[in-house]
């Protein structure tokens, strides 16, 4: 698809082609409405169903019946005519609800009636010394290889973090044939008494047994060790992973201590968002409908809090039901109440996880020369200094430091420089705040800006 085959404007517009944003624009096609969902990927499915209509691996048990679970929601999807754009990066929201899409180099922007942002997780940062090291990286990118390329990684590999996801990718990589020298596992023992009173909806939820089922299946081919300092070190590339229990020769490690919303468009298009202690992350305010603070935007799925793929996919449908409302109150939609216990199903057990798995605060706050901000390149150190100095808040610390102001937009030191310096302040993130966000809140070229064509509504939001 190019850009100028797209509409001036639609009824509903849905960002993100995950699990959330796949069942909304389903949901609101099938009910009559124009539709078009934009993913930056070149197939849908998100980071959770990668390459989902793609994948070279052929062998189902190897990624597992979750994974498998979104050729369902990707069918439907196709099937109901709404409108589906990869390839399509999504730069700017309005208020107004205009959206900034450029696709193959043109930009386009799009009116819309409603607007669901489903852009889905990310991994939270994992700032250790060495984190920027050749043959470093997130155990979801290396995910992401599997799942579109069918590749394993090559040498001695090391996983390293805590969270569901971590031991998910073992069992993947050691299914499709992989090797991994250890696991080294960076879960506070302290967090199974914050998590026990969440415990009894654990065993009563689907997570349970699948989580015990994977949890004996690593074991069982990988050494696991725990450990509460990790540090990677090499000359030019990583060659070891030094940590409380030793030194490990390694060629590649993984990082993994959770996922996050991915926050970034909500909040330039001015969604208020708080604090959620228990994920440790900012999230939007949103009300049982997942409609946020701007009136005709909702945010679904694992970008409203972090629940899961299964659970992203009812809260889409949630958000679709209450667009499809607004526009064409006679339509004929799901009853929302059977989507709401289906969704409450999904989410059981969630409060165990999300306590158990808390990262350290030596994980997340880093200190000395290792980078907290890698665009900018500016160490731990620096940030809290300034913080000591006076500087109040993120945005301040653009001024003095240039943290948030990279090609990522903050998207991989913004929680680690608020966390640093509500540490340094001794206060808490609620108060330091995060980022401003404003558009473009991804890189866009000066020729694509210049592709725009204007249209009165195109002007005014240019102009605005």
């Known amino acids: 698809m190019k850009a100028s085959d797209l509409a001036s404007s639609y009824d509903l517009v849905v960002i993100g082609g995950g699990p959330a944003g796949l069942a909304a624009a389903s949901l609101a096609a099938r009910a009559g409405i124009s539709a078009v969902l934009f993913d930056e990927n070149p197939g849908v499915g998100g980071q959770i ?38 390839g399509a990066t999504v730069w700017s929201l309005d208020p107004e609800r205009i959206v900034g899409v450029s696709i193959a180099g043109s930009a386009r922007m799009i009116e819309a009636r409603r607007v669901i ?66 696991i080294l596992d960076t879960t506070p023992r302290r967090n199974l008494l914050s998590a026990a009173p969440h415990l009894p909806d654990f065993m009563l939820s689907p997570y349970f047994a ?56 909500a909040l330039a298009a001015g969604a208020a968002h708080e604090w959620n202690e228990r994920q440790l992350c900012f999230q939007p305010v949103l009300d049982q409908d997942f409609g946020c603070s701007v009136p005709g935007i909702a945010v679904a799925g694992d970008s409203a809090g972090i629940a899961g793929g299964t659970a992203a996919a009812e809260r889409g449908r949630l958000a679709a039901i209450a667009a499809v409302r607004a526009i064409r109150p006679d339509a004929a939609i799901p009853d929302p109440q059977s989507v709401r216990q289906r969704l409450q199903r999904e989410e059981m057990g969630r409060a165990f996880l999300d306590w158990l798995n808390r990262p350290a605060d030596s994980f997340r706050q880093p200190v000395g020369d290792t980078l907290a901000c890698r665009c ?71 020729a694509e800006l210049a592709s725009l064509p204007i249209s009165e509504a195109e002007r005014r939001a240019v102009e605005r």
């Not at 991989?412 to 609620?430: D, K, N, W, Y």
Request: glycine fraction near 12%.
């Open 210 to 265: 699948k989580g015990l089922a994977l949890l004996r299946e690593v074991k069982a081919k990988v050494p696991v060790r725990r450990v509460s300092r990790l540090e990677a070190v090499g000359d030019g590339k990583l060659r070891e992973v030094v940590s409380d229990r030793g030194r490990m020769p390694a060629d590649l490690l993984l990082l993994h201590q959770g996922i996050v919303p991915n926050v970034n468009l």
């Open 49 to 86: 169903y990668r390459g989902i209509t793609s994948t070279p691996v052929t062998d189902r048990s190897i990624l597992g019946e979750d994974y498998w679970a979104g050729e369902a929601l990707a069918d439907e999807a196709k099937a109901s005519g709404a409108v589906i754009a990869n």
């Open 376 to 446: 900018e390149e500016v160490t731990a150190k620096q940030v809290r200094d300034t913080a000591d100095m006076g500087c109040e808040g993120p945005n301040q610390m653009k001024a003095f430091l240039r943290c948030g102001m990279g090609p990522c937009q903050g998207r991989l030191c913004g929680l680690t420089v608020t966390e640093l310096i509500a540490s340094q302040r001794r206060t808490a993130p609620a108060a330091v705040g995060y980022f401003r966000l404003r558009p473009p809140v991804k890189p866009i070229t000066l």
């Open 117 to 182: 942002i489903a852009t889905g997780s990310q991994e939270r940062p994992f700032p250790i010394p060495g984190w920027t090291l050749p043959g470093v990286m997130t155990a979801g990118a290396a995910q992401t290889v599997l799942k579109a390329q069918g590749l394993l990684p090559d040498g001695r590999t090391v996983l390293a973090g805590t969270g569901p996801l971590l031991w998910l990718l073992a069992a993947q990589l050691l299914r499709a044939g992989g090797r991994l020298e250890a």
